[in-house]
């Protein structure tokens, strides 16, 4: 039969695949995301962010909603600061709990409530603080509330697994 495609009979259902290996082993660097920063744009790593990013041909895609502030066990802080730390700490273990590190995490999009320069200066520092040089592509989308009255920021995340 040809290695193109392939047809099984199981109980009156047929599967068919077509060119999709049976069996993969990637190695680790078959899995890296490709950061892209074209020399004739803005340079966006000061500001914690890459232009782009290309995922890897045979990885997974997993997609991490919304993390806000809250800490386990509901509480949210009034603080702006201490919502995005913790925002990003709720990442944190959401990518544990996929088995996956910072370094996956492919695309942020970040919601502010009255965002201002000041507030970019704290998403920075924790961004970089998080992903270190392997800045994820980012979009900040600025808004007038959220979910519930008191939270602030919100981080969702795209991350590619193995």
């Not at 803005?42 to 990013?53: E, F, Q």
């Not at 895609?61 to 993390?67: D, F, P």
């Not at 702006?80 to 492919?106: H, I, S």
Request: proline fraction near 6%; aromatic fraction near 6%.
């Amino acid at each position: 039969m040809s290695r193109a495609i392939k047809h099984v009979f199981i109980g009156g259902l047929i599967i068919m695949t077509m060119g999709v290996p049976t069996a993969t082993t990637a190695n680790e660097n078959e899995l890296k995301l490709t950061i892209v920063n074209p020399q004739n744009l803005y340079d966006p790593t000061p500001n914690g962010y890459s232009t782009a990013v290309i995922m890897p041909r045979d990885a997974r895609v997993a997609y991490i909603s919304g993390q806000g502030g809250q800490d386990s066990t509901g509480a949210l802080s009034a603080d702006f600061a201490v919502q995005v730390e913790q925002a990003y700490a709720n990442l944190r273990t959401a990518l544990d709990a996929l088995g996956a590190r910072p370094d996956q995490v492919a695309k942020l999009t970040v919601f502010v409530v009255d965002h201002d320069m000041s507030k970019l200066e704290v998403l920075t520092k924790n961004v970089k603080k998080m992903f270190g040089k392997a800045l994820p592509a980012q979009t900040l989308i600025p808004v007038p509330k959220l979910a519930i009255d008191p939270m602030l920021f919100e981080v969702e995340a795209v991350v590619i697994l193995k």
